[in-house]
């Protein structure tokens, strides 16, 4: 799977095809480079395939405001046992749910997700606040 690291975004749609051989920070960047007001709910590390993280449900640090990754699919590219291409609307809404992370990845090989973007600020201030323990 190392070699399906494309990633194509459609900015008027806020989504994005992700190939499973992609790593979190090539998800990233491709957004960034795109858009500096999209971004997706997903890990921190950016060395995780997104493969594997999307299909364990994918937790990261917007997850409290915009879900899990795996809530964030909104379609898939899979091939059956019987060497068949499948999408959301072939597979059906069970095997959908199990690529989500509903019963773990060995329904087949997952070779691409659709994923919905979400809307974050184009700019943010960080501060410290310093304080001292007595």
Not at 112 to 134: C, D, G, S, W, Y
Request: glycine share 12%; aromatic share 8%.
């Amino acid at each position: 799977m190392r070699n399906f690291q494309s990633i194509s975004i459609d900015i008027n749609e806020k989504t994005a095809w992700v190939q499973v051989g992609a790593t979190l920070g090539q998800l990233y960047h491709t957004i960034a480079q795109r858009s500096k007001a999209l971004a997706f709910t997903t890990g921190v590390c950016p060395t995780v395939g997104v493969g594997g993280h999307f299909s364990d449900g994918g937790y990261g640090f917007m997850s409290r405001k915009h879900a899990l990754a795996s809530d964030n699919i909104i379609d898939a590219k899979l091939i059956n046992a019987n060497g068949q291409v499948l999408d959301r609307e072939s597979m059906g809404e069970d095997l959908f749910w199990a690529i989500r992370g509903g019963g773990g990845a060995s329904f087949g090989i997952i070779l691409a997700f659709k994923v919905k973007l979400v809307i974050i600020p184009e700019a943010v201030t960080v501060f410290n606040v310093p304080r001292k323990l007595e």
